[in-house]
């Protein structure tokens, strides 16, 4: 199994950015797919998931403002980030995991991870 994240830079506030998953190896519409970050000296947080279902969560403090998606038959998962600030500066990182009724929030219930993309939001 592989996940390959893209799509991150370095965008001013206010400004936006679409981070791309590709996933191979994998049944990817029985699998529910999330996006976390990490940013310096800080723990690994959710962003957003989506299940296979297509019912999607979010962190509240992305509400409004991210936009997760997913296109099974290109096997990716998309993160429209709009209204970026500079505390959404961190590594984001895709994440694949199948289960029924689990947390998708946490990480530790994830099986697969992706490589990462630097997000930096400049002030």
């Known amino acids: 199994v592989q996940l390959q994240a893209s799509g991150g830079g370095l965008v001013q506030a206010g400004g936006s950015l679409r981070l791309s998953c590709a996933a191979s190896?994998?049944?990817?519409?029985?699998?529910?797919m999330g996006w976390f970050r990490q940013a310096p000296g800080k723990e690994r947080e959710f962003v957003a998931a989506?299940?296979?279902?297509?019912?999607?969560y979010y962190t509240d403090s992305v509400k409004g403002r991210f936009t997760i998606s997913r296109d099974n038959a290109k096997n990716t998962v998309y993160l429209q980030m709009n209204s970026l600030k500079p505390e959404d500066t961190a590594v984001y990182y895709c994440?694949?995991?199948?289960?029924?009724?689990?947390?998708?929030?946490?990480?530790?219930?994830?099986?697969?991870w992706g490589q990462g993309t630097q997000v930096t939001v400049s002030s």
């Open positions: 190896g994998l049944t990817f519409s029985s699998y529910h």
């Open positions: 989506v299940l296979w279902s297509d019912n999607a």
């Open positions: 994440a694949a995991r199948r289960g029924i009724g689990v947390d998708v929030r946490k990480a530790a219930g994830y099986g697969y």
